[in-house]
């Protein structure tokens, strides 16, 4: 059989692929990604990014200028009419973190990941389209529309919800519609509306929300609607779209509201998607292949870059021969239950939001928006989006006892490097692991025999030695000088997957 083109084939441009793709090469790998577009793109869905994955732009050098592009509207406020029954603060999540949760498009979080790729090497291939996907004995072989072929140690499927790969690699994706259609728009808008924040019209022929969307042009009139209207056909234009726009808002929010040009319109339909397995052989699904959220609590551009993150280390370790493929399996295992989670808080949202049944409304429009007026409750919603929560302890690399157990994220701590000028963990994260070690203390040896030169030795105010992964989750930790305690772990988890 042919020896591999490339260690990794990464099938999509998206910000999962990209982040798969910068995080890979963080750890020394050769990659090819692939792109059936033609060039990237200028409009998207996906309009927010929460703390955690600011979070792991940071850690692979890509957030860039993004924080200071995007808008700080992390409040949400509800009308009954022209009287707000509800208001929502998204507050600092408060578990140590820097990151800013950001009002920023999915094309501008693309054009900073594909910044920060090119500086690593690489540049997506666009009018890359794949067609086909096969496995050979030591290879996966993606096929291309124009015939060429090109083979990887592994190919990952980040080719979206309709993903090719994970077609090819046979992989069911079951699912249920939670909704009739919305309307998308992005449009110029001149009303009375506070930009300091998300609005949204509960109202009885269905919902109408607005977020002030930053303008690249360099205005403050640009919003994003989401309006529930399943009124239009199957494939309206761009013209019958902006017209039901134009009769919706008005109507349904009681404002005056002068409205101009649309940067992007759409329609979509709410399903909720779970792939039977995240991998077959050496093709594996990342993203929106694997899991399709609906849209409300911006959780899945999140979630995509999550995944990305989780195996990119994973394939770095096993590509190099320091670990058994059966650590692989260990990215679904710990992935595949987060998305089940997400799936299950993004779908009651939308079943809430698109209430129509008397009882449904009631508590929508009266139970809801007293809940969710208590600070105990704001403070649980804005951890719940952050992601910041999410833990691997239950996992096959996870602990049990006393916090922070194995699998737990850790916060960014400040730390120490070897000539004694401070760091941030999550600074030193993204590309390798860090071994923290208690002050005075030295001795990375078993780390760097079984992990090679990807991990770096830091001081800690901490009196135990911790091993931290480069996606910040706890990987082991015990007393100083308990060499082979670590190097036990490091042996079981590297080749079988398992921690115990």
């Given at each position: 059989m042919a020896a591999a083109d490339v260690d990794v084939v990464?099938?999509?441009?998206?910000?999962?692929?990209?982040?798969?793709?910068?995080?890979?090469?963080?750890?020394?790998l050769s990659v090819r990604v692939l792109d059936r577009a033609t060039g990237p793109a200028t409009t998207s869905r996906a309009n927010f990014l929460h703390a955690r994955g600011s979070e792991v732009l940071g850690r692979i050098g890509a957030l860039g200028t993004l924080p200071d592009e995007s808008l700080r509207a992390m409040r949400i406020t509800n009308y009954l009419g022209d009287r707000p029954v509800m208001t929502l603060e998204f507050g600092d999540p408060g578990i140590g973190t820097a990151?800013?949760?950001?009002?920023?498009?999915?094309?501008?979080?693309?054009?900073?990941?594909?910044?920060?790729?090119?500086?690593?090497?690489?540049?997506?291939?666009?009018?890359?389209?794949?067609?086909?996907?096969?496995?050979?004995?030591d290879t996966a072989v993606a096929q291309l529309d124009d015939g060429a072929e090109i083979r990887g140690q592994w190919v990952v499927g980040c080719d979206g919800s309709s993903s090719v790969t994970r077609q090819q690699a046979g992989i069911g994706f079951p699912g249920v519609k939670?909704?009739?259609?919305?309307?998308?728009?992005?449009?110029?808008?001149?009303w009375d509306v506070d930009r300091g924040g998300t609005s949204g019209w509960i109202h009885p022929d269905g919902i109408v929300g607005a977020m002030p969307m930053p303008d690249p042009a360099g205005g403050d009139n640009l919003w994003r609607l989401f309006i529930y209207d399943p009124t239009l056909g199957?494939?309206?234009?761009?013209?019958e779209i902006l017209g039901r726009v134009k009769q919706i808002v008005p109507h349904r929010t009681g404002r005056t509201v002068a409205i101009g040009d649309a940067e992007w319109l759409s329609v979509f339909t709410v399903r909720r998607r779970l792939a039977d397995t995240y991998r077959n052989g050496r093709i594996l699904i990342a993203g929106d292949a694997a899991h399709v959220h609906a849209p409300f609590g911006g959780q899945g551009m999140l979630t995509g870059i999550g995944d990305a993150e989780n195996l990119a280390?994973?394939?770095?370790?096993?590509?190099?021969?320091?670990?058994?493929d059966k650590l692989i399996d260990t990215y679904e295992a710990e992935r595949r239950p987060l998305a089940t989670d997400v799936l299950r808080g993004t779908s009651a949202v939308t079943r809430v939001n698109v209430a129509r049944n008397p009882i449904g409304r009631f508590l929508?429009?009266?139970?809801?928006?007293?809940?969710?007026?208590?600070?105990?409750?704001?403070?649980w919603t804005t951890y719940t989006a952050s992601q910041l929560w999410v833990s691997y302890h239950n996992g096959p690399l996870g602990g049990r006892g006393r916090k922070?157990?194995?699998?737990?994220?850790?916060?960014?701590?400040?730390?120490?490097?070897?000539?004694?000028?401070?760091?941030?963990?999550?600074?030193?994260?993204?590309?390798?692991?860090?071994?923290?070690?208690?002050?005075?203390?030295?001795?990375?040896?078993?780390?760097?025999?079984?992990?090679?030169?990807?991990?770096?030795?830091?001081?800690?105010?901490?009196?135990?030695?911790?091993?931290?992964?480069?996606?910040?989750h706890l990987a082991?930790?015990?007393?100083?000088?308990?060499?082979?305690?670590?190097?036990?772990?490091?042996t079981t988890a590297l080749r079988s997957g398992m921690a115990r």
């Amino acid at each position: 059989m042919a020896a591999a083109d490339v260690d990794v084939v990464v099938v999509g441009a998206g910000p999962t692929g990209l982040t798969l793709a910068c995080s890979l090469r963080l750890h020394g790998l050769s990659v090819r990604v692939l792109d059936r577009a033609t060039g990237p793109a200028t409009t998207s869905r996906a309009n927010f990014l929460h703390a955690r994955g600011s979070e792991v732009l940071g850690r692979i050098g890509a957030l860039g200028t993004l924080p200071d592009e995007s808008l700080r509207a992390m409040r949400i406020t509800n009308y009954l009419g022209d009287r707000p029954v509800m208001t929502l603060e998204f507050g600092d999540p408060g578990i140590g973190t820097a990151a800013p949760p950001m009002v920023v498009s999915q094309a501008r979080v693309e054009a900073a990941l594909r910044a920060r790729l090119a500086d690593l090497g690489v540049v997506p291939e666009w009018g890359s389209a794949v067609r086909g996907v096969r496995q050979e004995d030591d290879t996966a072989v993606a096929q291309l529309d124009d015939g060429a072929e090109i083979r990887g140690q592994w190919v990952v499927g980040c080719d979206g919800s309709s993903s090719v790969t994970r077609q090819q690699a046979g992989i069911g994706f079951p699912g249920v519609k939670l909704s009739e259609r919305f309307l998308l728009a992005d449009v110029h808008l001149d009303w009375d509306v506070d930009r300091g924040g998300t609005s949204g019209w509960i109202h009885p022929d269905g919902i109408v929300g607005a977020m002030p969307m930053p303008d690249p042009a360099g205005g403050d009139n640009l919003w994003r609607l989401f309006i529930y209207d399943p009124t239009l056909g199957e494939k309206p234009s761009d013209s019958e779209i902006l017209g039901r726009v134009k009769q919706i808002v008005p109507h349904r929010t009681g404002r005056t509201v002068a409205i101009g040009d649309a940067e992007w319109l759409s329609v979509f339909t709410v399903r909720r998607r779970l792939a039977d397995t995240y991998r077959n052989g050496r093709i594996l699904i990342a993203g929106d292949a694997a899991h399709v959220h609906a849209p409300f609590g911006g959780q899945g551009m999140l979630t995509g870059i999550g995944d990305a993150e989780n195996l990119a280390f994973k394939l770095a370790l096993v590509v190099r021969n320091l670990a058994s493929d059966k650590l692989i399996d260990t990215y679904e295992a710990e992935r595949r239950p987060l998305a089940t989670d997400v799936l299950r808080g993004t779908s009651a949202v939308t079943r809430v939001n698109v209430a129509r049944n008397p009882i449904g409304r009631f508590l929508r429009d009266h139970v809801a928006t007293r809940l969710f007026g208590l600070a105990s409750i704001q403070r649980w919603t804005t951890y719940t989006a952050s992601q910041l929560w999410v833990s691997y302890h239950n996992g096959p690399l996870g602990g049990r006892g006393r916090k922070p157990r194995a699998g737990d994220r850790i916060e960014d701590l400040c730390c120490t490097r070897a000539d004694g000028s401070e760091t941030r963990l999550h600074r030193e994260l993204g590309g390798r692991w860090v071994l923290l070690l208690p002050g005075g203390v030295e001795g990375s040896e078993p780390a760097r025999r079984h992990l090679g030169v990807f991990v770096a030795p830091l001081h800690h105010d901490g009196a135990e030695v911790m091993l931290i992964r480069p996606d910040a989750h706890l990987a082991w930790r015990g007393r100083p000088g308990d060499i082979d305690g670590l190097d036990r772990w490091l042996t079981t988890a590297l080749r079988s997957g398992m921690a115990r």
